[in-house]
């Protein structure tokens, strides 16, 4: 089957105003502190990018990044994650914000919140900016949301299939070409 992508489901100006208001939420809760944003490479990256120049500068952000992969083939999440590229610092004692592009079963974020525990941080909290709500299979509390969206998968700034569209400004659903 080929794909290609489709219709615009969250608008470029969308996704600057919630990334604005996340940032917001974010300083307001970390006011005076550290925190240690940590993206989900590769999809979290354009967020992440944006989100961090969201926090105003009350906050102490730093920044580090871990790689993950799922075992198994695409198509069946198995929610056994292979850690590709670990964090380069450590997180005890430290408030840690986890960020994912997107939750959809829950399983890579409920395995990486498990395993960020047993490395004793102060504080986690979950950033995602989109949460597919309906397709959860395990729960995952995620402290900033940024849309829900219907189960239809979806490209575009960082989120991508195999490995192509991540570059789109903003979030498109992707269809059957043929
Ligand atoms: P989960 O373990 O099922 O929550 O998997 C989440 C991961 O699946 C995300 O980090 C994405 O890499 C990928 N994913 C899930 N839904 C989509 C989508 O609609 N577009 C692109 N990637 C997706
Ligand atoms: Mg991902």
């Avoid at 794909?3 to 300083?27: F, H, M, P």
């Avoid at 919140?113 to 900016?129: D, F, T």
Wanted: charged share 30%; glycine share 8%.
């Amino acid at each position: 089957m080929n794909y290609s992508v489709s219709d615009v489901l969250i608008s470029a100006e969308q996704i600057a105003e919630k990334v604005r208001k996340l940032g917001e939420d974010i300083g307001r809760d970390y006011d005076g502190q550290d925190l240690m944003v940590i993206g989900i490479l590769k999809g979290a990256v354009i967020f992440l990018s944006d989100l961090v120049r969201a926090i105003p500068a009350t906050v102490e952000v730093s920044l580090d990044f871990m790689a993950v992969s799922s075992y198994g083939d695409s198509t069946k999440t198995s929610g056994i994650v292979r850690i590709v590229k670990d964090l380069d610092s450590s997180i005890k004692g430290r408030n840690i914000l986890l960020v994912e592009d997107i939750v959809d079963t829950g399983l890579t974020l409920a395995y990486l919140v498990k395993l960020m525990h047993e490395r004793e941080p102060r504080s986690l909290q979950i950033c995602a900016l989109l949460d597919k709500e309906e397709r959860r299979r395990v729960h995952v509390p995620i402290r900033y949301r940024g849309f829900s969206i219907p189960d239809t998968f979806v490209v575009g700034y960082g989120l991508d299939y195999s490995g192509k569209w991540r570059g789109y400004p903003d979030i498109r659903t992707v269809e059957a070409a043929d």
